[in-house]
């Protein structure tokens, strides 16, 4: 801890003449006396503390923690089959975002994929899964999901990396259990 100042010299303010811009003639004074405009700064302070309130009116505070939060992934692999599926829960802490891309560190590319319009049970590539804000999303066989493809072999039990890149809050990893559902290990549906 640092020790007081004590000698008033030291803590004196210089004394610092009113520029003119902030003086004002006296009206129908004798001598046309100059003094200092008194409730300038208090008047400004004011509008300055009026226009901070307004602008933040409204917003929601920022939320604490990632913005993304990644969960319960997997990676249904049966022995040498491709494409593979991927799936996952992704909860959106902040506004609307959309995830535009993702890869494996098991290699191959991996694809966006989601319902096709008009026949649901048909699946498409997609450029882009909106993730609404302030939501929590599954991604699941009969909808929106990951597809990798040209990757190397996976084994069961075993975890690789997903990266997802959304588009304005970055980049993510998580965790995905590789399953294979044919011999009965582990399932995304179970958790």
Do not use: W
């Not at 022995?79 to 599926?85: E, L």
């Not at 191959?108 to 699946?123: E, H, K």
């Not at 929106?144 to 990757?151: A, K, R």
């Amino acid at each position: 801890m640092g020790t007081a100042v004590t000698d008033p010299r030291a803590t004196a303010m210089p004394k610092i003449p009113p520029s003119p811009s902030r003086l004002r003639h006296a009206r129908g004074r004798p001598g046309g006396r100059v003094r200092p405009l008194a409730g300038a700064g208090t008047g400004a302070l004011a509008l300055v503390v009026g226009l901070a309130l307004a602008g933040c009116a409204g917003q929601q505070p920022a939320p604490r923690g990632p913005r993304m939060q990644l969960d319960t992934a997997t990676v249904n692999s049966s022995k040498g089959a491709s494409p593979i599926d991927a799936y996952l829960v992704i909860r959106n802490n902040g506004a609307t975002d959309r995830l535009v891309s993702a890869r494996s560190s098991a290699g191959g590319t991996v694809t966006l994929s989601g319902p096709a319009t008009g026949n649901p049970a048909a699946m498409r590539a997609v450029a882009a899964i909106t993730v609404p804000g302030h939501t929590l999303i599954r991604l699941v066989p009969n909808g929106y999901h990951l597809v990798i493809t040209g990757s190397g072999l996976m084994k069961s039990g075993t975890e690789i990396t997903l990266t997802l890149r959304f588009a304005h809050s970055g980049t993510y990893h998580v965790a995905a259990e590789v399953t294979n559902p044919q011999t009965g290990g582990a399932s995304y549906f179970l958790n």
